[in-house]
């Protein structure tokens, strides 16, 4: 009996740490999309003096960065653009402080919320001094909580800087700045 007992336990022993080939089929698949990233477009658009010109070309620079949700890229065209300004001659006082708020933000939706006074106030300076070619007010109903933002655009087809990659092609144009 004992030699059984021993015979079965050694039986039970061997099924329980049996291993059994298990066929599994592994799927890998590796994402091999790339997020488009949204560059801009040439200014066609001409201005009265080169320091006017810079100053729209460093706020195309900034649109671009916000449009595709890059702070940091913001935070550089905020920083270049400051620079720009303080080559103007004029009152640029407004114009300073809200592009040294979008420098110093380190939080898109904040640097979004200050580019929507810096439109303002960009689009008083290009209409004063564009001599040729045309620009494109654009703007999103839905930013904000429906209360809505402008920008300005080198180019009809909307990318919106307040949604990025989210509604990236939310808005209309508004009007054209010729």
């Known amino acids: 009996m004992k030699k059984l007992v021993i ?35 040439e200014r066609e658009a001409q201005f009265e003096n080169e320091q006017v010109a810079q100053v729209y070309d460093d706020y195309n620079l900034l649109k671009v960065a916000l449009v ?12 270049k653009m400051l620079e720009s300004i303080k080559a ?11 592009a040294q708020d979008i420098a110093a933000a380190t939080d898109v939706n904040i640097q979004r919320a200050r580019f929507e006074e810096l439109t303002a106030e960009v689009k008083s300076l290009v209409e004063a001094n564009i001599t040729s070619g045309s620009l494109y007010y654009q703007y999103c109903p839905m930013a904000f909580d429906g209360k809505g933002a402008y920008w300005i655009s080198n180019e009809e087809k909307v990318y919106n800087p307040y949604f990025g990659d989210v509604m990236l092609n939310c808005g209309t144009i508004d009007s054209k700045i010729e």
Do not use: R
């Not at 298990?22 to 997020?35: F, N």
């Not at 595709?68 to 920083?79: F, L, P, Q, V, Y």
């Not at 103007?88 to 809200?98: H, I, K, S, W």
């Open 68 to 79: 595709n949700t890059d702070a940091e890229a913001a935070k550089a065209a905020a920083s």
């Open 7 to 41: 015979a079965s336990s050694v039986l039970v022993l061997l099924a329980c740490g049996e291993k059994k080939a298990k066929s599994e089929t592994v799927s890998v698949s590796a994402d091999t999309t790339q997020e488009e990233v949204y560059t801009g477009s």
């Open 88 to 98: 103007l001659e004029g009152d640029t006082a407004d114009l300073l402080v809200t």
